[in-house]
């Protein structure tokens, strides 16, 4: 496909390419939905990409058809990586649209940048491919409602990577809450603690030789190309990334939301900046962030991009006691009086029952059979954005339990979406 036809003329030409190869732009069944069908793979970013196509490829009767990266040495080594495990050498391409082109393919694996998650996942879905998508699934709360909207539309299974929906030991540890080992449980604590450097400053540059950068930048509004931001430090820059919250606290406060069974919050206050490093970086260091839920319960995270000193992955506190869980699936139990009661779980975060789970629900034409279906994956990804609102604004934000939207704060509301590059805004 021509790098320059935009999204309208692509749509068009999807659902003319999806009723010829004989399925059903909209709905109906995808291609491979059938036990015995080999499930073809598609993988967009060959950053976390690289090790989601070993996952996948590591599964029986999975191709991975194509790799896909702007650049073409990440690209080259994820082919390489997926030859090393005796996988079949895949097509390797610089732009994904020729992924969705492919009417072989039933699954695109969107690793890419924060920014490409929503407008890649709501093309796919329109091309009638499934998708499963990395955290945070969307780079702003309005494209996760419309992912959402595409999934529903086109009846497409849409997983988002939270993988410790699909660990045996967090989801032990889940029933334990449910069954009420703990009592009400009315707290969820969340914490994130890294050793980040700083990125100094940037300075303008050559795009690098084998990086397609217009095509890196693909929705986003046009920036000239600075040489600290790419390939991983994008994160923390609003304009393509959401910090260190959306980053890796999403993981966490999935957690959190499914233990508290929350959905969207009453309340968001945030506290917290730039402390430890004077550098291009504009997303905070070090943050605190507080979300209040209906029924007198509440989540907190507390991020730390460059201090080791660690705690609990995620802790849950009940009437009757408190329940730790670590990043690794095994967890803790204690009582109420803070003596421990019980330690189990089983070590790994999910990645292959992750991967699994998708591929029975393509297989059975269950889009909906999804431990971190879209709808979820929204509500979990929508706390990280509500929380940098906040942020940005620096005010408490007031928001409906319905749905999260933002009450009776129009520059907060401004956030909910962001402006596109023309010709490349989602239209669902």
């Known amino acids: 496909m021509a790098q320059g036809m935009n999204r309208r003329t ?20 995808a291609r491979a939905a059938d036990a015995a069908q080999t499930v073809v793979v598609g993988v967009m970013g060959l950053g976390r990409g690289r090790s989601l196509a070993t996952s996948f490829a590591a599964k029986p009767g999975v191709v991975i058809k194509y790799v896909c990266d702007t ?3 990440r690209a080259e080594a994820g082919a390489k990586a997926l030859q090393s495990i005796g996988a079949k050498p895949p097509q390797i391409v610089g732009d994904f649209r020729r992924i969705l082109d492919d009417a072989e393919v039933d699954l695109l694996v969107c690793a890419a940048p924060n920014h490409w998650h929503g407008p890649a996942t709501i093309l796919a879905c329109a091309a009638n ?61 969340a914490v994130y603690n890294a050793m980040r450097p700083s990125i100094g400053t940037g300075r303008p540059a050559p795009v690098p030789p084998g990086l397609d950068y217009e095509l890196w930048q693909g929705p986003a509004p046009r ?26 606290g999403v993981h966490s406060l999935d957690l959190c939301r499914w ?25 905070p260091d070090t943050q605190t962030v507080c979300f209040e839920f209906d029924g007198g319960r509440q989540i907190t995270w ?18 009757d006691g408190a ?31 992750h991967v699994a789970n998708i591929i029975e629900a393509i297989r059975s034409d269950r889009p909906l059979a999804l431990n971190a279906e879209i709808a979820e994956g929204h509500k979990s990804t929508l706390l ?4 940098n609102i906040a942020h940005r604004t620096g005010r408490t934000l007031h928001c409906e339990s319905a749905n999260g939207r933002i009450r009776d704060d129009a520059e907060a509301a401004k956030l909910w979406g962001r402006e596109y590059e023309p010709g490349w805004e989602p239209q669902v």
């Open 10 to 29: 692509f749509l068009a030409a999807a659902a003319v390419a999806g009723v010829g190869a004989g399925t059903v732009v909209g709905g109906g069944r």
């Open 71 to 73: 650049d073409q040495a």
């Open 129 to 189: 491919k499934h998708v499963y998508v990395e955290k945070p699934c969307c780079h702003n709360p309005l494209e996760g409602e419309w992912m959402v909207q595409a999934a529903r539309k086109y009846q497409r299974a849409v997983q988002m990577g939270s993988q410790r929906r699909s660990a045996p030991g967090t989801i032990e540890a889940m029933e334990k809450l449910r069954e009420g080992i703990i009592g009400r449980v009315y707290l969820a604590r």
């Open 223 to 248: 920036q000239p190309y600075l040489d600290n931001r790419i390939p991983y430090n994008w994160h923390w820059f609003w304009h393509w990334g959401n910090g260190e919250l959306g980053n890796n």
């Open 259 to 283: 233990g508290l069974g929350v959905d969207f919050p009453t309340r968001v206050t945030s506290s917290g900046g730039r402390y430890r490093w004077q550098d291009d970086q504009q997303t």
């Open 302 to 319: 507390q991020g730390l991009s460059c201090h080791r000193h660690d705690a609990k992955f995620v802790t849950f506190y009940g009437e």
């Open 323 to 353: 329940l730790e869980i670590e990043g690794n699936g095994t967890y803790t139990v204690f009582d109420a009086r803070d003596r421990p009661r019980d330690k189990a779980g089983a070590p790994g975060v999910g990645d292959a029952e």
């Open 384 to 387: 990280c954005h509500l929380g």
